[in-house]
Nanobody, 125 residues
């Protein structure tokens, strides 16, 4: 198992940037695929981005493609989400999640058994 802790959220003006970090406890973090999800009040949790355990195959939701970049540094047990050109509709609590299954569906939250506590991102207009 792995414990995840997100950081880097905050308040930013539309068009600005933030970088979220997710620190993992496991020394074997390189064995886990990782995803970012977000949830706004009154809305369902939605997929944002995912990356394989090796970091070689990033995948993005259409709503963030071209603006967000997911990456990971297995030596530091950390995954990142660089968010550029932020929009008010990006406002949500962002969660880091991990899974050990190489055949998991990366866009489905139920495929991820390990979750962080989340970090709030608020984008003002």
């Amino acid at each position: 198992q792995v414990q995840l802790v997100e950081s880097g959220g905050g308040l930013v003006q539309a068009g600005g940037s933030l970088r979220l970090s997710c620190a993992a406890s496991a020394r074997t973090f390189g064995n886990y695929g990782t995803g970012w999800f977000r949830q706004a009040p009154g809305k369902e949790r939605e997929f944002v981005a995912a990356i394989s355990s090796s970091g070689g195959t990033p995948y993005y939701a259409d709503s963030v493609k071209g603006r967000f970049t997911i990456s990971r540094d297995n030596a530091k047990n950390t995954v990142y989400l660089q968010m550029n050109s932020l929009k008010p509709e990006d406002t949500a609590r962002y969660y880091c999640a991990a899974h050990p299954n190489p055949y998991a569906s990366w866009t489905q939250s139920q495929e991820y058994p390990y979750w962080g506590q989340g970090t709030q991102v608020t984008v003002s207009s």
